[in-house]
């Protein structure tokens, strides 16, 4: 009943043709123009918002796709445009940080004051490498898992109130038997999640139960955001798409580990199971990494 409700509120704003002009067409007219444009720099701001707005069409379109019995192509297509995304704005941050360490070079010492003002929501960076993971692209898991290393240790990320975040880290260092780094003002683990972690290489009925019990959680913090709390998946997409859990299965696999069955809702949905074929970016995706490859 509860993905049967979120997916009853998707199907109803896919349906809305001005939904699909404003955060499908639309956005396709700007990320064309950004292709064919010569100008420097490009209106960085009109190509971050439209891959945002794909980001949120294809999400949509992609989850009804899978419970219709569908491929994860749209997925992997809201996937990229998040991933575009993400890219424009380490490399925008990476410059930044460049140029401060030179003035500070001047100086004679890095100081708060040269140091680039934080871009990329942390909780956002985590669904990302979520995602990788549970859409089997795992080359670029790798490359987001180290991002995010590297994002905490450099400061390229704001918003440290996920509850998402710290889960996806610990999972990606045990994945790569590397500890997590130790992070000032990180959220502390929710005990769903820890007993997850905890129980990640087992093969007794505890890890079934932790399972269940994360996906329990993962519905907990899928509400709309409110005046004093940000809720990790606040947007339907996500809601019912739990990619961190996926994300721990996807792990187990690689590792030579069988996954249990789990009657759990969002399990039992085909929205619960590891896509077995990954796609890759769009044309006009494509066409857009070219164009940032060579302008950042």
């Given at each position: 009943?509860?993905?049967?409700?979120?997916?009853?509120?998707?199907?109803?704003?896919?349906?809305?043709?001005?939904?699909?002009?404003?955060?499908?067409?639309?956005?396709?007219?700007?990320?064309?123009?950004?292709?064919?444009?010569?100008?420097?720099?490009?209106?960085?701001?009109?190509?971050?918002?439209?891959?945002?707005?794909?980001?949120?069409?294809?999400?949509?379109?992609?989850?009804?796709?899978?419970?219709?019995?569908?491929?994860?192509?749209?997925?992997?297509?809201?996937?990229?445009?998040?991933?575009?995304?993400?890219?424009?704005?380490?490399?925008?941050?990476?410059?930044?940080?460049?140029?401060?360490?030179?003035?500070?070079?001047?100086?004679?010492?890095?100081?708060?004051?040269?140091?680039?003002?934080?871009?990329?929501?942390?909780?956002?960076?985590?669904?990302?490498?979520?995602?990788?993971?549970?859409?089997?692209?795992?080359?670029?898991?790798?490359?987001?898992?180290?991002?995010?290393?590297?994002?905490?240790?450099?400061?390229?990320?704001?918003?440290?109130?996920?509850?998402?975040?710290?889960?996806v880290l610990e999972a990606y260092s045990r994945w790569q038997s590397d500890p997590s780094?130790?992070?000032?003002?990180?959220?502390?683990?929710?005990?769903?999640?820890?007993?997850?972690?905890?129980?990640?290489?087992?093969?007794?009925?505890?890890?079934?139960?932790?399972?269940?019990?994360?996906?329990?959680?993962?519905?907990?913090?899928?509400?709309?955001?409110?005046?004093?709390?940000?809720?990790?998946?606040?947007?339907?997409?996500?809601?019912?798409y739990p990619v961190e859990i996926l994300m721990v299965m996807r792990i187990r696999e690689?590792?030579?580990?069988?996954?249990?069955?789990?009657?759990?809702?969002?399990?039992?949905?085909?929205?619960?199971?590891?896509?077995?074929?990954?796609?890759?970016?769009?044309?006009?995706?494509?066409?857009?990494?070219?164009?940032?490859?060579?302008?950042?």
């Amino acid at each position: 009943m509860v993905v049967g409700n979120f997916r009853k509120e998707i199907e109803e704003w896919i349906a809305v043709p001005f939904n699909e002009d404003f955060v499908f067409q639309r956005p396709l007219a700007v990320l064309k123009a950004f292709v064919a444009s010569s100008e420097s720099p490009p209106n960085w701001g009109a190509v971050l918002e439209a891959l945002g707005s794909w980001s949120t069409w294809y999400r949509s379109r992609g989850v009804l796709d899978v419970l219709d019995g569908g491929t994860h192509k749209h997925l992997c297509e809201a996937f990229w445009s998040d991933y575009l995304y993400n890219l424009i704005m380490r490399s925008s941050f990476r410059e930044e940080l460049k140029k401060a360490k030179i003035r500070s070079s001047f100086l004679g010492r890095f100081t708060a004051s040269t140091q680039p003002r934080p871009r990329i929501s942390l909780n956002d960076h985590g669904l990302l490498v979520a995602q990788a993971f549970a859409l089997g692209l795992i080359t670029q898991a790798e490359e987001l898992g180290q991002s995010l290393v590297e994002g905490l240790r450099d400061g390229y990320f704001y918003g440290f109130d996920t509850r998402l975040t710290p889960f996806v880290l610990e999972a990606y260092s045990r994945w790569q038997s590397d500890p997590s780094p130790s992070v000032e003002g990180l959220c502390a683990l929710p005990a769903e999640y820890d007993e997850l972690l905890r129980t990640l290489t087992f093969t007794s009925e505890e890890f079934p139960r932790a399972i269940f019990k994360a996906c329990d959680f993962h519905l907990s913090r899928s509400k709309e955001n409110t005046d004093d709390e940000t809720f990790e998946f606040w947007e339907q997409g996500y809601a019912i798409y739990p990619v961190e859990i996926l994300m721990v299965m996807r792990i187990r696999e690689l590792l030579g580990l069988k996954n249990p069955v789990s009657d759990h809702p969002l399990l039992a949905s085909p929205l619960g199971k590891l896509a077995t074929e990954s796609y890759p970016m769009n044309s006009i995706q494509k066409d857009v990494f070219d164009k940032v490859s060579k302008s950042v």
